[in-house]
Structures are given as C-alpha cells and as structure tokens.
C-alpha cells in the first residue's frame, strides 16, 4: 500500500481523489475486519464528508496540507463528537463524546480523514488487545498471535493495510510493544509534546499519544501535524510543534548511541541479534557505540505497576454510572454504582482499580506509591546521567515476538513483556519502535531508540538509519 507522503501527494496533484482513497481503505478494512477484529467503529458517513469537502478544495485549487486525503485509524480511547468512544469497556456503553480531541482538529486541519475507531484492551491496560470487551484483535501478520497492546487494533490497521498511518497511546509501552509486534514504526512523543485533551486518562502522569505507521517519514509527518503545545491541556509543552521532517534524512554520523545492557539482556536470542545488527548498522553509518549499564532501569516495571494504579483507581472513579454511558439499577445511589462498576469493568480493570487503591490507602502510601515516586525519581536521574555521555540509547522494544492467543494468562507474565518500554514513560523521554530483523517463524523484531525529553528528530534520523539498513528504503 501507498505511504501517507504517496497519498498526500497524489490526492493534491489531482492524481487520486480523498474520496477515492476513502473508498479504498473501506474495501481494504472490510476485507480483514471480520477475522481480524481491528476497527469497533466505522464512520463511514462522516469519513465521506470530510474526504468530499477536500477534493472540493483541491479542485478549487486550495493547499490541502502535509496529509490531504489521508484515511487514517484513530485509537477508540480518542474523543471524537458524536462517535461512540469505548475505551473497549462496557462500562461507556451508548456514550457519545460531545467534543473532539484536539489531535482529531489537528489531523482534519491537516487534511487526514479519521476512518473509524480501533480495538484496544480495555481503558488501555494491557499488552496483547486480549483485555478488549469486545474480543481480541487478531496479528496481521499471523492471525493465531497478539497484535500486541493496548494499541493493538492501530498497529493491525496499519500492518494490515488497512490504513497507512493511525493514532494510539503509550502509557507503559502501548505504542512501541504492538509496533514491533506488527512490523512497523511506532513512536512515544516526549511528555506533553502532543495534547491529551480528549484522550480518555489511565494514568495522567504517564500517558502520550503518538504515531504508527510504515515508515519513518510518514511517523514524522503524522506527529509533527499533531504536535504543538494546546491550551486546553495543562501538560501541554509551552512550543509549538517542533521540526521533524525536515531531519529524518539526517543520519547518525558523529552521534553517540549508548548500547543498554538492560534494555535488552533476558530478552531472546533472536532479539539481542537484531539489536547488535541494527547497533552494526548505525556504526556502519558513522555513530559511535558506547556499552552502558544502567542498572536502575531494572526498577522501572515495579515501580510503574503501583504509579500506573494508583492514578487509574483515581481516573476510573468518573465511571460511576451518573455521569457516562452504562447504569446497572438498584435500591439506592451505592447499589447502582457498585452493580454498575461491577458489571461494566472487566478484570484487569478491577485489578488496576484494586491495586491502586491499596497503594493509595493510608496505611500504605509510604511503603508503596510513595517508594515507587522515589525509584521513580532514580530512574529519571539516571537517564539524565547517560544522556549527559551519550545523545541516545538503544536496546530491545520486547523480550520476544508476537505471542499466541492466551501464552501470557498470568499477568506477572504479562506486565513482563513491558520491562524494556517502561522506564521511558516514567522519565517522561520519546523513544521509537522500529523493525528490524525477524525472529521465530519469520516474524517481525521491534529495535527501540530512546533519547532525552524533545530528541524525536534525531530519534528518527537514527531510525531511518535503520530502516534503509533492513532493506526498505
Ligand atoms: N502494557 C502496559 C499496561 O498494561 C502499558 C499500557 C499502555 O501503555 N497503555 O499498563
């Protein structure tokens, strides 16, 4: 399928219309969808509104913008007006945001066209998608395995030639963990880079919402339309969007790219090869390697396991039944919320819930979410420390490949698979997921850059570096 920069162009020279490439990627979605449970919702009608009106303005003779004409996927934890917005849980059931997300007004105003919502685990807790009310959705690539979560249902659009670009989250790993399952690029914005008005919170301190796509070039273009400080978000970074598609060609020569012992040690065989062969490849292209150890990045998936929790047991008190989507009836106020959550969560919500509540609770701040603020506090220093020696780091995205459908049924097993994404989150840092290598039965390998708060242009210079390296060019 055409990249996003193919598409753009072709709809502004008159070559395609919008309307045309909307038609396409329904046909392309309807093909796969019933197998592959990537979209929850279509917005076929609206889609086709948007894609009319910029062919109207291209015959007019109008500069549409960066992605004129760009059918893409939108994460279903995104506001959208009017349009069912599940967070896969039955607890919104029937609710219809009232207002959108500021990236959605940023992707219209750069001429893209949001297609409809994609499957995701349940308020985004989880890595395989198998968390979704709504069933699991299947890996492209290989129908019996995960696409990886909770952003799962973006990474297949894309990896399923659905769409050729899409949004999700990354909270802990969201974005990164299901691009390398899928074989594609995926890319976790520095902290407040891109606006969170309108995307459902799990854990506010942590959340990012960024870019999948096939190539380095189309992630650029697709953040650097959504980035950009947003007075609606009180996180928001004060600059408008940086430049980074200006940068991506610019190589690795002369940069400093520290080889992080933990960031992919434990992780298997086929993993650490590609990690050395993409390592190979930037020294080939003029880095140089440095091999480090920062041994606090070990505390990372601890520590987030009660930070993460903790603000969703706090973010999750809203769904009470009064104000959003679904109501279990009772005798009085507390009946109806406790039959509601009950009944509207899932289980690794009411884990979350749970958990996170217990961290909080007064007997125990100290001893848990209070300790996972100080490890948090390390791991944030000891970044700085290698960011003051190195312009950025390299390691694994995941200890493995895709995985089959229930391989991880404990969820200690589960939060496992986050333990190289994690730590980036807690520091607030951008890092990438960009495939390189295969691993068993063919299946794709997700090598991860990672560099100080506002590095994306060189994180993606680099990853371009890889890109061509792994033969797409
Ligand atoms: N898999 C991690 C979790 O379950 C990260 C999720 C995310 O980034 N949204 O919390």
């Not at 001429?111 to 968390?131: H, I, Q, R, W, Y």
């Not at 290598?437 to 242009?457: D, T």
């Amino acid at each position: 399928m055409k990249t996003a920069v193919e598409i753009a162009n072709d709809v502004q020279t008159g070559a395609t219309t919008a309307v045309a490439q909307l038609d396409a990627a329904y046909v392309a979605i309807e093909a796969r969808n019933a197998e592959l449970n990537v979209f929850l919702h279509l917005d076929k009608e609206g889609a086709r509104k948007i894609a009319q009106a910029i062919d109207a303005r291209v015959a007019a003779g109008e500069n549409i913008g960066p992605l004129a004409g760009v059918p893409i996927a939108i994460k279903d934890n995104l506001c959208q007006t009017g349009i069912p917005t599940t967070c896969s849980s039955k607890i919104l059931e029937g609710w219809k945001p009232p207002y959108n997300a500021t990236v959605i007004d940023r992707l219209v105003a750069a001429g893209a066209v949001p297609v409809g919502k994609t499957n995701l685990d349940e308020f985004a807790m989880g890595s395989s998608t198998e968390n979704s009310a709504f069933g699991p959705t299947r890996n492209p690539l290989d129908p019996s395995r995960v696409p990886g979560g909770s952003s799962g249902g973006s990474a297949a659009a894309v990896a399923g030639d659905m769409t050729s670009i899409s949004l999700g989250s990354d909270t802990g790993g969201s974005i990164r963990q299901p691009a390398a399952f899928c074989g594609i690029v995926g890319m976790k914005p520095t902290y407040g880079l891109v606006s969170r008005y309108g995307l459902i919170a799990f854990a506010s301190s942590l959340d990012q919402i960024g870019p999948f796509s096939k190539t380095v070039m189309d992630s650029a273009v697709l953040l650097e339309a959504i980035a950009g400080h947003d007075p609606l978000d009180s996180t928001s970074l004060p600059e408008p969007s940086p430049s980074l598609v200006s940068h991506v060609n610019d190589g690795v020569a002369g940069k400093r790219i520290g080889l992080v012992k933990e960031l992919y040690e434990g992780a298997d065989e086929s993993v650490i090869n590609a990690v050395m062969g993409a390592v190979a490849a930037l020294k080939e292209a003029g880095a140089q390697i440095v091999e480090l150890s920062i041994p606090e990045l070990r505390l990372g998936l601890s520590a987030y396991y009660l930070i993460a929790p903790a603000e969703a047991s706090s973010n999750l008190a809203r769904f009470d039944g009064v104000r959003f989507g679904l109501r279990v009836d009772a005798e009085d106020v507390t009946a109806m919320m406790e039959a509601t959550r009950t009944a509207g969560f899932g289980a690794e919500v009411k884990r979350r819930i749970m958990l996170g509540t217990y961290a909080l609770s007064a007997g125990y701040y100290d001893a848990y979410y209070g300790q996972a603020l100080k490890v948090r506090t390390l791991t944030i220093n000891a970044f700085q420390k290698a960011y003051a020696q190195v312009d950025m780091l390299i390691g694994a995205t995941t200890p493995g490949v895709a995985f089959k459908f229930g391989a991880k049924s404990d969820p200690m097993e589960m939060y496992l698979n986050d333990v190289f994404t994690i730590p980036t989150n807690l520091a607030g840092d951008p890092a990438v997921s960009v495939s390189f290598g295969k691993g068993e039965e063919n299946l794709p390998i997700g090598v991860q850059l990672l560099g100080p708060g506002r590095s994306e242009a060189s994180l993606y210079a680099a990853a371009r570096v890889l890109e061509i390296a792994d033969g797409r060019s």
